[in-house]
């Protein structure tokens, strides 16, 4: 049976950890990190998604503000506003939540973002950045798995990396990154062709595409390392909400030939916030006093 790799606690600990940092800046009074949260329109799960990362700073002492825009504002608009927290002394980081409403030209209003405060790390520089191994901020889902590999020691060095999905938030960059941990990396895609072998094959498994229970146990090789980054909504009339999520991977076999898998909810997701606020903290440390 597999271990669990425990995002959740993980997270809480990176979390406390960040907090005990911001705490050291506000007791030496200089400014904490502050984060400012760009929000168009009106899309529910992106005002969750909004709200979930106030929280998370309030409860680090992370300065956070939210810019609520219109959905009907134009591109210039959100640019200008975008321009304002660049300048902004008080804000580190700038997060612009995406998906933006259709008529937005969204790699335009990403490459306004100062590459600076760019601490979702979409800004072509910090892109390029990550690619030639410069010190630059890293998407956060990413970055997140590859601290849960870390301070699980898991090894990654010469192993086999399958990586499923190519996504630039997820897909590309995790593959990047255990590049740089000097795995051997596949990435698949929906173009792949005999992906349960080329799964079967891998050492360790990373799994971002966005279908529920995709990742059949029996692809999975004795005593691989899995991470299901899929985030995938099933009806299930058991619960009171009428639904449940649930990853990529066929979790309950597939954990039975891992030697470690993510859960799905409680693997990489709560990593990804908790990513964030270390990339915030990054972009106010990177400044000095
Ligand atoms: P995208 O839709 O941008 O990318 C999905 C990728 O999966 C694409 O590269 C696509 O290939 C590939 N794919 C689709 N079907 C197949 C198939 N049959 N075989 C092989 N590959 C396939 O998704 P994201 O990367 O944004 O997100 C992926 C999942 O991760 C989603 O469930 C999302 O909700 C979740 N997620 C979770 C986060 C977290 O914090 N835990 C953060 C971000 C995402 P192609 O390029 O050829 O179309």
Redesign the pocket.
Known sequence: MATILDGKKLSEKIKQEIAEEVKKLTDASLQPPGLAVIIVGNNPASKVYVSSKKKACAATGIFSLEVALDENITQDKLIEEIEKLNKNDKINGILLQLPLPKHFDEHSALEAISPEKDVDGFHPINVGKLYIGLDSFVP??PK?IIEIIKRYNISVSGKNAVV????N???KPIAALLLKENATVTI?????QN?PELVKSADIVVS????PN?VKGDWIKEGAVVID????SVDDPSSPKGYKLVG?VDFEEAEKKASYITPVPGG??P??IAMLLSNTLKARLRIGS
């Open positions: 956060c889902t997140g499923i999905g190519r996504s938030i997820v897909g698949a895609h929906s173009k792949t992906l971002a595409i966005g279908k995709f980054v899929g985030i995938n990529d990489v997701g990593m990804t």
